[in-house]
């Protein structure tokens, strides 16, 4: 899926534990083992980090479809990342910005660069 180009769960978690070595913090959710309400509660989660910080991308069509929002893919089907500062939710990935997508492989890429600076 281009909502996730590159995502590579191996990787991805190496990359989190990289993260976690720096003083950060994760908890991996199996998506299939979700119910719909917990589905439902994370996709509150991820559009709330929309509206929090006024960020300006899209996430129906990621987890959802364009006529059909909610979240139904969110963790089963397409992997997603929450992001949480301070306890509230600040960002997601994948999420679409114009005709593309920021993938969770592109925010970490970016993350492990900032590290580095």
Not at 34 to 53: G, K
Request: hydrophobic share 40%; charged share 25%; aromatic share 8%.
């Amino acid at each position: 899926m281009p909502a996730n180009a590159g995502f590579d769960r191996a990787a991805i978690v190496a990359r989190l534990d990289a993260l976690r070595a720096a003083g950060h913090d994760y908890e991996l959710i199996d998506g299939d083992a979700l119910s719909n309400r917990q589905r439902s509660d994370l996709y509150v989660q991820a559009f709330s980090a929309l509206a929090r910080t006024d960020n300006r991308y899209r996430i129906r069509q990621v987890f959802g479809s364009r006529r059909h929002g909610g979240g139904d893919h969110l963790g089963s089907g397409v992997a997603a990342l929450l992001v949480f500062k301070d306890g509230e939710p600040v960002d997601v990935y994948p999420h679409q910005v114009g005709d593309g997508y920021e993938t969770i492989r592109a925010y970490l890429d970016a993350a492990d660069v900032a590290k580095r600076v």
